[in-house]
């Protein structure tokens, strides 16, 4: 079985490009084609990081757009500890979207 498939959409880097990630995801679906496995049955996740400042509707954005590509959650870090300010960041922008 291909690694695609046995591990998911794979460990996406937090500074893939857009195109990249879009491209594995495609590959993915192929790959699930040819294998006769439901590409909606993996779970696409990706990894992403909150700016310091970000504000939550940037974040919220950008998440969705995360969906658009078919990416199910999303990872975020950042560096160093959370800041309270972060914390509160994401959760106003998970009530943002939709």
Known sequence: MRPALRMGAGDESPFAG???????LAVLARHCEEAGRPYGDIEKTISTRLAPGERAESFARRCEEFAGWGIDHAVVTTAGPWPVAGVETL?????LIG
């Open 91 to 95: 959760g106003r922008a998970a009530a």
């Open 18 to 24: 857009r195109r990249a990630v879009r491209h594995k």
